[in-house]
């Protein structure tokens, strides 16, 4: 089963900002909507951001709006998830997978990847 492999995280004071790539091989993520989903301890699984397959359409929690930039390089078969003005209640594992149906977005998780840690500081 293919996985998306997550990376990017790490510790960072509040107000920073961390970059979060998601990379899986080209078949995997072509004609498919990706999405980023955080989770906290003790908490559930929450989504953070997704974005169409030809990048026209994205979409944000309103936790993370005007903070976040989901973004997508399909030559490289990346994703990316721009974190600026961090804050401590962002702190979570975060996890991309892709749609295992639609283009536009995500509704149906496919398999995800291990997670990258972000830890911000305050």
């Known amino acids: 089963q293919v996985q998306p492999v997550e990376s990017g995280g790490g510790l960072v004071q509040a107000g920073g900002s961390l970059r979060l790539s998601c990379a899986a091989p080209?078949?995997?993520?072509?004609?498919?909507?990706v999405g980023w989903f955080r989770q906290a301890p003790g908490k559930e699984r929450e989504f953070v951001s997704s974005?169409?397959?030809?990048?026209?359409?994205?979409y944000y929690a309103d936790s993370v709006k005007g903070r976040f930039t989901i973004s997508r390089d399909n030559a490289k078969t990346t994703v990316y998830l721009q974190m600026n003005s961090l804050k401590s209640e962002d702190t979570a594992v975060y996890y991309c997978?892709?749609?295992?149906?639609?283009?536009?977005?995500?509704?149906?998780?496919?398999?995800w990847g291990q997670g990258t840690q972000v830890t911000v500081s305050s």
């Open positions: 974005i169409s397959w030809d990048g026209a359409n994205t």
């Open positions: 080209g078949y995997f993520f072509d004609s498919y909507a």
């Open positions: 997978t892709k749609d295992r149906f639609s283009g536009v977005v995500v509704t149906t998780a496919d398999s």
